[in-house]
């Protein structure tokens, strides 16, 4: 079978390892956005989640001429009104590491009980073909909490304090298949390999 080539539309390469894990079964070859240096970069302007997927899926595939697939995803807390939510790659500020933005969370939910950490991450992916047209989307959430702080060396962005429910330990220190399983971004993407493979990639 052909093999066919993915951008994924972001420079994280926790996310690029995590799809590459999970859409292993399928003739695809993917990359990133570090690919392409000249690239100009499409603002994230859109009020939800699928606003965002489908403005950097159209915007990334128009420029590349390639399938491209976009995940816009993030975490929202309960006690935070929905906060970070769209903005969690952005909550402390632009060029925030993740340590940052933890950071930032935990201090904002200093003195908020167990019981009221309540949140979820939320991902929606899109992805626009080569003519820059959306033949896909889908979208994953996973309940959990907020810990009170960092545990775990695996994962990336706000995985080190986020508890999936039914679980005492964060994705950070999880095994990626187990996290690959349960997680926001591996119910979207399970999704999309389902649609793909029905589709014959």
Not at 37 to 56: C, D, H, M, Y
Not at 104 to 115: D, F
């Amino acid at each position: 079978m052909k093999q066919r080539t993915l951008l994924l539309a972001t420079y994280n390469r926790g996310k690029l390892r995590e799809l590459r894990q999970l859409l292993a079964e399928l003739p695809l070859s993917i990359c990133d956005l570090n690919t392409f240096p000249s690239i100009q970069p499409v603002p994230e302007t859109g009020e939800t989640f699928l606003e965002n997927a489908r403005l950097k899926a159209i915007g990334y595939s128009k420029q590349t001429k390639l399938l491209t697939l976009a995940d816009d995803s993030g975490l929202e807390v309960d006690a935070l009104a929905g906060a970070p939510g769209v903005r969690s790659a952005r909550y402390s500020h632009e060029s925030a590491s993740d340590a940052d933005r933890t950071s930032k969370l935990l201090s904002e939910l200093s003195g908020v009980r167990a019981g009221e950490r309540t949140a979820r991450f939320v991902s929606v992916i899109a992805i626009a073909d080569q003519d820059g047209q959306i033949i896909h989307v889908s979208k994953g959430t996973c309940e959990g909490r907020v810990a009170d702080a960092p545990k775990g060396s695996g994962g990336f962005g706000y995985d080190p304090i986020f508890i999936p429910a039914g679980l005492d330990q964060t994705f950070a220190e999880i095994q990626p298949e187990v996290k690959n399983r349960i997680s926001h971004r591996g119910q979207a993407l399970a999704l999309l390999a389902a649609r793909l493979a029905a589709i014959g990639w």
